[in-house]
């Protein structure tokens, strides 16, 4: 377990420690908020899965409340992270909670009324899950602003820790609430507690410094998102690994109401007891999670996960009973926060703040997409076949699928210094141009024995740099009649993003560059000359 605070820890050991987050208060009050947020999201899902298993018996349908939850997380994950990015974060984190407790008010008057029936289940769920899609982004580019960069893998761990806690109290609550009250009293506390949440974020004193160039439109946002994603190696292996692992590892959560039914004296009960299991497992996790990212690289703890969790599967599909399916949950869930964990982690560290809750967007993107789908095709295979033979497939495909993943897309082991630095002055203009692409050139002088060198720098980091940055396109261009002369082209969306990309430089950038100067020829630095691109003015 986690080693308390004491004074007799050194101040290096208490900032360290998997608890140190938790000493700054405004991390301490906004995980606070996380963890009732959390409860909520799982006294909703326990509720509705169950309330499904009442309305039909078809696993299909049972495994579509998964679907529903997590699909809308998938669809508009990318456009929450790219608002996340623009709008003030505190504002923004505290219209997800009231939408949520809408939502969670709407389905417990529907069941008060008797009025629910399958496809209504599933509307209002994915309801709720369109205040997942938009809360997550927000938190997720919130923490790093909350501590220091080398507790960012704890804070991590403890916001796995409220997920895990929540899995513990909010079934357990769901649970009594169902057997005494039922499922509409659910709803109704969960409603409640948003709205609590709501409040403690309002509390937070948070500047909200906009942007001097205004804010970014909503579409250009988005691509460059996803560009910036797309040009990265390091988060490409990182969301291969999640959508992988979550794939296959929903199987567990989209079918555990038909296997508690199906077990020895299994009901509601059993239901509860399983995910309580599982939470568990993976709180207890937490405390060995630093130990484990010093001894293993991350693709050999990535699939030291898998294989847990592979084996966790396996046996929930052969034993019907509970005394062997508490353990077997239990390491499912320790399986699941280290993989999950550290994959966060990895990612993370891979993404500047300037397009930080885009980044995780995608990752939760990634995670709900393969949930979902997941969900639906293991709840399929379930229907043609029976729960234990599609359980024992997902946990065989599984471990052999992230097998190849490191095989295949193995780690560089190497973090970019994605510090930012403001050391490129941005090009002053009398009259910035309103509208139209603008066309960057860049002239270097170089040795023709050294052509191939560069070219090769230029076409691979070069490039990259450039479409991270947000660049609409990129090409390099070699003089035929100057072997020595090089020409960058980098075209932007318009005058106010070429700005823009002079303040999303960091130490890494700072870096290449020096490496790009290091091949020109001359005292005078690279010539650049700036253009606007006529065709693509709006004409009247």
Not at 81 to 104: C, E, H, P
Not at 367 to 391: C, D, E, F, N, R
Not at 396 to 406: D, I, K, P, Q, R
Request: net charge positive; glycine share 8%.
């Amino acid at each position: 377990m986690p080693v308390p605070y004491s004074s007799t820890m050194t101040t290096a050991d208490q900032d360290l420690s998997p608890l140190a987050p938790l000493r700054l208060p405004v991390f301490r009050m906004l995980w606070t908020t996380w963890l009732m947020a959390n409860v909520c999201m799982w006294m909703s899902d326990v509720a509705a899965a169950w309330m499904m298993t009442s309305l039909t018996t078809t696993p299909l349908w049972v495994a579509l409340v998964q679907t529903a939850s997590t699909l809308p997380v998938f669809l508009l994950g990318l456009p929450s992270g790219a608002l996340a990015d623009s709008l003030d974060r505190k504002r923004y984190f505290l219209v997800t909670q009231l939408w949520i407790a809408v939502v969670a008010a709407i389905l417990s008057v529907f069941v008060f009324l008797d009025v629910m029936s399958p496809a209504l289940l599933l509307a209002l769920t994915f309801a709720n899950g369109i205040g997942l899609a938009m809360r997550w982004p927000v938190f997720s580019a919130i923490v790093p602003e909350l501590v220091p960069r080398h507790q960012l893998p704890a804070a991590l761990a403890l916001n796995g820790v409220s997920m895990n806690a929540s899995r513990i109290i909010g079934p357990l609550v769901a649970g009594a609430l169902i057997a005494s009250a039922g499922s509409a009293w659910v709803f109704l506390l969960n409603a409640v507690l948003s709205v609590a949440a709501a409040v403690i974020i309002s509390r937070w004193k948070r500047e909200h410094t906009p942007n001097p160039l205004g804010r970014e439109r909503l579409g250009s946002a988005m691509r460059v998102g996803l560009q910036y994603v797309a040009q990265s190696y390091h988060l490409k292996g990182v969301l291969l690994r999640i959508s992988i692992f979550f794939f296959h590892s929903t199987a567990l959560m989209a079918l555990l109401a038909l296997l508690a039914r199906g077990m020895q004296g299994g009901g509601a009960g059993t239901f509860t007891l399983l995910l309580a299991a599982m939470g568990t497992g993976a709180i207890a996790s937490t405390a060995f999670l630093p130990g484990l990212r010093r001894r293993y690289a991350r693709d050999g703890l990535v699939l030291r996960g898998a294989a847990l969790q592979a084996g966790a599967m396996a046996t929930m599909a052969w034993t019907d009973q509970v005394s062997v399916a508490v353990p077997a949950m239990f390491l499912g869930g320790a399986a699941w926060i280290t993989t999950a964990n550290t994959l966060s982690v990895s990612i993370q560290m891979g993404l500047p703040d300037w397009v930080r809750a885009r980044g995780m967007s995608i990752y939760q993107m990634a995670i709900m997409g393969a949930s979902a789908t997941g969900a639906a095709i293991w709840g399929q295979v379930a229907t043609w076949t029976s729960v234990p033979v599609s359980l024992g497939i997902a946990s065989v495909t599984g471990l052999f699928s992230m097998f190849l993943a490191n095989r295949l897309m193995p780690d560089a082991g190497m973090e970019d210094d994605l510090t930012p630095k403001r050391i490129f002055p941005a090009p002053q203009i009398h009259e910035p141009p309103s509208q139209g692409h603008v066309m960057v050139m860049i002239e270097y002088r170089v040795d023709p024995a050294r052509a191939t060198e560069f070219r090769n720098l230029m076409l691979g980091e070069g490039r990259r740099s450039r479409l991270r940055h947000g660049a609409l396109s990129w090409e390099l261009l070699h003089d035929i009649h100057e072997p020595s002369r090089f020409v960058e082209v980098i075209i932007d969306e318009s005058w106010t993003d070429h700005l823009r990309r002079f303040d999303r430089v960091t130490a890494a950038d700072v870096a290449l560059r020096d490496r790009k100067l290091a091949f020109h020829l001359g005292d005078e630095p690279p010539r650049v000359t700036r253009g606007l691109m006529e065709s693509t003015l709006k004409t009247g």
